[in-house]
T-cell receptor, first 111, second 112 residues
Framework: RKEVEQDPGPFNVPEGATVAFNCTYSNSASQSFFWYRQDCRKEPKLLMSVYSSGNEDGRFTAQLNRASQYISLLIRDSKLSDSATYLCVVNKGDSWGKFQFGAGTQVVVTP | DVKVTQSSRYLVKRTGEKVFLECVQDMDHENMFWYRQDPGLGLRLIYFSYDVKMKEKGDIPEGYSVSREKKERFSLILESASTNQTSMYLC???????????FGSGTRLTVV
């Protein structure tokens, strides 16, 4: 089993719609969780951290479910510019600050 | 903003060549990392360093080595490039316990 698993998609989303997807992780010692966004042929960039209480940043909402070991990302009112691959990132629970990356979920927002 | 700079965006090298990929960060971060990214496999950790002259193997260190002579610079070395090392290479840095990575813009290496 992979340490971090994501549905690769693509999720085809009409502009203005809502899309949500999950990421499961296997390491119960993980304490830090993030969503990164990666555009085609570019480097990943931090989208948002995921806190235990859940957090929202504009149209983006992230949730953490420790009991079931998954995190989620919801995008409301999708824009064409939201088309990207979204990477789930989970720390390895060690002291080095290492993270484990999911392979990414591709989102395609269509007009 | 933290800036992580990778020296080359695109490289084409021949099989058997020794290849150096350079990464420099300007925010005094202790931890630096080298990943490679391949379609369907995501990012895989090659090596990381938590201090000058310190290095630790990641998940796929075979065929690679690293050098960290100065805190701001972390170099990845392909001792004898092979075609299966064709990939996107990403450097990242963070503080210990920091809030996620900052990545360089990546080097797309093709070995022919």
């Amino acid at each position: 089993r992979k340490e971090v698993e994501q549905d690769p998609g693509p999720f085809n989303v009409p502009e203005g719609a809502t899309v949500a997807f999950n990421c499961t992780y296997s390491n119960s010692a993980s304490q830090s969780f993030f969503w990164y966004r990666q555009d085609c042929r570019k480097e990943p960039k931090l989208l948002m951290s995921v806190y235990s209480s859940g957090n929202e940043d504009g149209r983006f909402t992230a949730q953490l479910n420790r009991a079931s070991q998954y995190i989620s990302l919801l995008i409301r009112d999708s824009k064409l510019s939201d088309s990207a691959t979204y990477l789930c990132v989970v720390n390895k629970g060690d002291s080095w600050g290492k993270f484990q990356f999911g392979a990414g979920t591709q989102v395609v927002v269509t007009p | 903003d933290v800036k992580v700079t990778q020296s080359s965006r695109y490289l084409v090298k021949r099989t058997g060549e020794k290849v150096f990929l350079e990464c420099v960060q300007d925010m005094d971060h202790e931890n630096m990392f080298w990943y490679r990214q391949d379609p369907g496999l995501g990012l895989r950790l090659i090596y990381f360093s938590y201090d000058v002259k310190m290095k630790e193997k990641g998940d796929i260190p075979e065929g690679y080595s690293v050098s960290r002579e100065k805190k701001e610079r972390f170099s990845l070395i392909l001792e004898s490039a092979s075609t299966n090392q064709t990939s996107m290479y990403l450097c990242a840095s963070t503080r210990p316990g920091g809030d996620g990575y900052t990545f360089g813009s990546g080097t797309r290496l093709t070995v022919v």
